[in-house]
């Protein structure tokens, strides 16, 4: 309740108390639901904490040859040459476990975000009623200041990992959710049109004809999910998150210069790998890379075998 002798200084307009509202709220969810947050917790943490250790037990060297074979197989040995050298700069360093720990991170916050963001795309996609109910949440989403979000994840989730992932998902949730919405949107509707006449169904036609138009779109906004979950999970350092966010954070609090552009250059270099990486597979780079070459020898002898045996029974 508005208490009417509270004001806003010199206006004379009633001060509404959104801030305390907001905390209430905040706080019956951490009193009635702080056993299934502690799973959420506890569950995040471990899978964080996994993959950051399977990330670090192979030699950095060796892995670092494995994401550049990566680089060739979706695109071209030039790609996967820059990766190897950017990696290469990044163990020289001495940043690879810490540029491993925020890896670990921007993967599973990433793929939170378009196991939600994607499916919540293609429903608003199909129903206007739906469009309009995520619309205002995602602008919210998108426009709230990244820092912000760190305050009530680590009311709910404490300092951790796990409130740096959640952070993370809500940050770079939307650009998932309304390439997906857009990218199914923009399919021919003569297309779809067809697809009914030769009585597809519903399911059919999604998976079969607006999805697969659609890729290329999706795929634009993963590209784009990455690379925000990447610049968050820098931010996240800030509530204990580790990796390279918390060695700027740290670098910040000892005033140490060298230390911040040594992180600093280490995040760039996982950004431009993750971003010519996932943007190749988006352009359809996987298709005219190593990949497709292979394929394309493997049909190539495969229809010379068949040739050879349907002459040879001739």
């Known amino acids: 309740m508005i208490a009417a002798a509270e004001e806003t200084e010199g206006t004379g307009v009633p001060r509404l108390n959104v801030g305390q509202w907001i905390e209430s709220g905040f706080d019956w969810v951490d009193e009635n639901l702080g056993g299934f947050l502690d799973l959420i917790r506890d569950s995040l943490t471990a899978l964080v904490d996994g993959l950051d250790d399977l990330l670090n037990t192979p030699d950095a060297?060796?892995?670092?040859v494995v994401f550049a074979l990566l680089a060739w197989l979706v695109r071209n040995w030039k790609l996967a040459l820059l990766s190897f050298v950017l990696l290469v700069f990044i163990i020289s360093v001495d940043q690879w476990e810490q540029a491993m720990a925020t890896l670990a991170l921007v993967i599973v916050a990433a793929a939170l975000a378009l196991l939600?963001?994607?499916?919540v795309g293609i429903l608003a996609a199909r129903s206007e009623r739906v469009s309009t109910t995520v619309r205002p949440v995602m602008d919210l989403m998108q426009t709230m200041p990244a820092f912000v979000w760190l305050v009530p994840v680590v009311t709910l989730f404490s300092?951790?990992?796990?409130?740096?992932?959640?952070?993370?998902?809500?940050?770079?949730?939307?650009?998932?959710?309304?390439?997906?919405?857009?990218?199914?949107?923009?399919?021919?509707?003569?297309?779809?049109?067809?697809?009914?006449?030769?009585?597809?169904?519903?399911?059919?036609i999604l998976y079969k004809i607006q999805l697969p138009l659609a890729?290329?779109?999706?795929?634009?906004?993963v590209n784009q999910v990455i690379m925000l979950a990447l610049s968050m999970a820098v931010i996240a350092g800030l509530v204990g998150a580790g990796g390279l966010g918390g060695e700027v954070t740290r670098s910040i609090g000892s005033l140490d210069i060298g230390?911040?552009?040594?992180?600093?250059?280490?995040?760039?270099?996982?950004?431009?790998?993750?971003d010519r990486v996932t943007a190749a597979i988006g352009s359809g780079g996987v298709f005219s890379g190593r990949i497709a070459k292979l394929t394309r020898r493997r049909n190539d002898a495969e229809k010379s075998a068949t040739r050879s045996r349907a002459s040879a029974h001739m």
Request: proline share 6%; hydrophobic share 60%; aromatic share 8%.
């Open 259 to 274: 230390l911040g552009f040594e992180a600093g250059l280490s995040v760039v270099v996982l950004a431009i790998f993750l």
């Open 116 to 119: 939600i963001g994607i499916p």
């Open 215 to 221: 890729l290329q779109t999706i795929m634009a906004g």
């Open 159 to 204: 300092i951790g990992v796990a409130g740096a992932v959640i952070a993370t998902v809500i940050f770079a949730l939307p650009p998932g959710l309304r390439f997906a919405e857009l990218g199914v949107r923009q399919v021919d509707p003569e297309v779809v049109e067809a697809g009914h006449a030769f009585g597809s169904t519903p399911w059919q």
């Open 61 to 64: 060297m060796l892995l670092a």
